[in-house]
């Protein structure tokens, strides 16, 4: 059941976890109920120069800014990494995700492939999952039924996520998003086996089991 997401081990810090896949896949969602279940995990909202849309808030979905304000942050470093996505740039801020995971939370992070090949080089200890779709087929059923694109940028979306899928041999892990029950309790079965890591424990947790 998903209702059961207890540490079964206590991390050294909290855990970075890298969640990415092609546009209309499926991430929100399960980056959302996911954090239903699972209170420690905090997801860090990421910068845009793309247009807000109506249903989304500045502050939790994402922080709009100006392109001007964007490159101005990159410049004082402020970015743990950065990509230009569909015309667009999207950044992720660095003493958010060090302060978080100091404090024991874990901290997920919904960026593209470019993003996370950032993250794996300067974080090593990072899981990337990638989330795909069970077809691009299904995909297409999926950007079209949400409306949010024309048909030129649907074809783009498709073109992008063939190009992102080539990168699954760099991840860590592969969900396939086809039931979302499904890719939860895949989610919850991979959180376990991290947490069970020898690297990822805390010298505390080490010490008892020593004492054992």
């Known amino acids: 059941m998903l209702t059961n997401w207890a540490k079964p081990g206590s991390p050294a810090r909290g855990l970075l976890i890298v969640l990415s896949g092609p546009a209309g896949v499926g991430k929100d969602t399960l980056i959302e109920q996911w954090q239903l279940v699972a209170p420690n995990v905090r997801r860090l909202v990421t910068y845009t120069t793309r247009p807000q849309a109506i249903n989304e808030r500045h502050g939790l979905d994402y922080y709009f800014v100006t392109e001007a304000e964007f490159h101005a942050l990159r410049e004082e470093g402020a970015f743990l990494e950065y990509a230009e996505v569909h015309g667009n740039w999207y950044g992720t801020p660095r003493r958010e995700m060090e302060s978080l995971r100091d404090a024991g939370r874990d901290v997920v992070l919904r960026i593209d ?27 297409e059923q999926r950007l079209r039924r ?17 190009a992102e899928m080539e990168y699954i041999p760099q991840y860590d892990y592969l969900i396939i998003n086809d039931d979302l029950n499904r890719a939860l309790e895949t989610l919850r079965c991979i959180l376990i086996a991290e947490r069970h890591r020898v690297r990822n424990l805390s010298p505390q947790a080490l010490q008892e089991v020593e004492r054992r």
């Open 113 to 139: 492939v470019q993003g996370a090949m950032q993250v794996r080089q300067q974080f090593p200890e990072a899981i990337l999952i990638f989330v795909a779709p069970p077809s691009l087929q299904e995909l």
């Open 146 to 162: 949400r409306g949010r694109d024309d048909e030129e940028a649907i074809q783009l979306r498709l073109m992008n996520a063939r």
